[in-house]
Nanobody, 121 residues
């Protein structure tokens, strides 16, 4: 599976942005798709995941929505009420399986190249 994330940019605090991640390869629907982010000087952290259901890290619950379109082999991350602390490079990732509660980066086998989000205050 090859992943390509895009949609990042510069947004003011309180604004919205949608990230997309296009996947190539077969059987997209069999993968758990995840979004991670890495802020400057920090480790990469889990943001959200989806297979049939969804799972979010606490800091984005109620503000971010992960979704997928299996016909288009694409996963999305709709981000609302953005905060300066959301500033990071966002990565999409994929892993075979069913568990959406896996938050370790090492559990994901495939990664996109990252797209940068900057939220200004």
């Amino acid at each position: 599976v090859q992943l390509q994330a895009f949609g990042g940019g510069l947004v003011q605090a309180g604004g919205s942005l949608r990230l997309s991640c296009a996947a190539s390869g077969r059987s997209f629907g069999e993968y758990v798709m995840g979004w991670f982010r890495q802020a400057p000087g920090k480790e990469r952290e889990f943001v959200a995941s989806i297979r049939a259901n969804t799972y979010y890290t606490d800091s984005v619950k109620g503000r971010f929505t992960i979704s997928r379109d299996n016909d288009k082999n694409t996963v999305y991350l709709q981000m609302n009420s953005l905060k300066p602390e959301d500033t990071a490079v966002y990565y999409c990732a994929a892993r075979r399986g069913y568990s959406i509660w896996e938050v370790r980066t090492t559990a994901y086998n495939y990664w996109g190249q990252g797209t940068e989000l900057t939220v200004s205050s």
